[in-house]
């Protein structure tokens, strides 16, 4: 009778065994749950980082080539100008650093998973949430009852406007690599600088420079492409590969304007003449 009664007691215990087991089964998964929220926010912060950078970097790119065409489309060699240019390039190339250095430390470490974790369908799924949920009653009841189908529809929507966004950076990234490639293929500034007649070893380096940055930036521009088309098979690989390019040509791009950046700044005449480039 004690035996019966002592497995009585402990088939009355198994609820409580089996309640903590699902409680800690929860916590973990809780844990879990909030561990990996902390690495898509830390990958998110690196590539925000790295947005930013390439924001200021656009910035005084664009401020560089006016610079450049203040001088070049009068037809004169002013220094002050081009002065500013060179400033104005370095500035973007070290920006373009710092961006590039931020995009490798999320998409070629351990973070690569969790930068698309919660791509465009979550952001245009909150979205398109209403601003208020509080329906009357017969509405209420009209939605409740088609909540599956828009549900659908609203997959569908979000879908939509993800595969919208991925093919406009895809364009732009297109786009992009094209306008690099070009650059790459003026060779005016080399034969101008480093032919016969050319007069300054800086600028000749720095034509020279100018050339593997426009590889690099055409590569990076390239794997940017490869990284955002909507396209079966997509890989974080080549978004490391275009943070990788893009520091190296960041690099270059800050050679390049540094070689050229001291002789021109120190002289401080303005000369009529074909133009620098």
């Not at 009778?1 to 929860?26: H, L, N």
């Not at 791009?253 to 001291?262: G, H, K, P, R, T």
Request: proline fraction near 3%; glycine fraction near 4%; charged fraction near 20%.
């Amino acid at each position: 009778r004690k035996g019966r009664m002592k497995t009585k007691g402990s088939v009355d215990e198994q609820p409580k065994y089996q309640a903590v087991v699902e409680d800690t089964a929860e916590s973990v998964k809780a844990y879990f749950g909030a561990k990996k929220f902390a690495n898509v926010a830390a990958a998110d912060r690196r590539i925000c980082a790295a947005d930013v950078s390439g924001v200021l970097s656009r910035i005084s790119y664009v401020t560089a080539n006016i610079a450049y065409l203040t001088a070049e489309c009068r037809s004169v060699f002013d220094h002050k100008a081009y002065c500013t240019g060179d400033i104005s390039r370095l500035l973007a190339a070290v920006s373009t650093m710092a961006s590039a250095a931020a995009e490798i430390s999320a998409s070629c470490t351990d973070y690569s998973k969790y930068i698309d974790e919660y791509p465009f369908m979550y952001e245009y799924s909150r979205r398109l949430k209403p601003d208020s949920e509080v329906a009357t009653l017969p509405v209420k009841v009209m939605i409740d009852s088609v909540d599956a189908l828009k549900r659908m529809h609203q997959k569908r929507v979000v879908a939509t406007e993800a595969r919208n966004v991925e093919l406009t950076d895809c364009v732009a990234a297109s786009w992009s690599a094209a306008a690099h490639f070009a650059r790459f293929l003026d060779m005016a500034p080399v034969v101008k600088h480093c032919g016969a007649h050319g007069s300054v070893g800086e600028y000749c380096a720095a034509s020279i420079v100018d050339l593997f940055a426009s590889l690099s930036w055409t590569s990076s521009s390239i794997a940017y492409a490869v990284s955002e088309c909507p396209v079966k098979g997509q890989s974080q690989s080549a978004f490391c590969a275009a943070g990788i390019s893009k520091l190296i040509a960041g690099i270059a791009d800050a050679a390049a304007a540094l070689s050229v950046a001291v002789p021109t700044c120190l002289h401080n005449s303005t000369q009529k003449t074909s133009g620098r480039n």
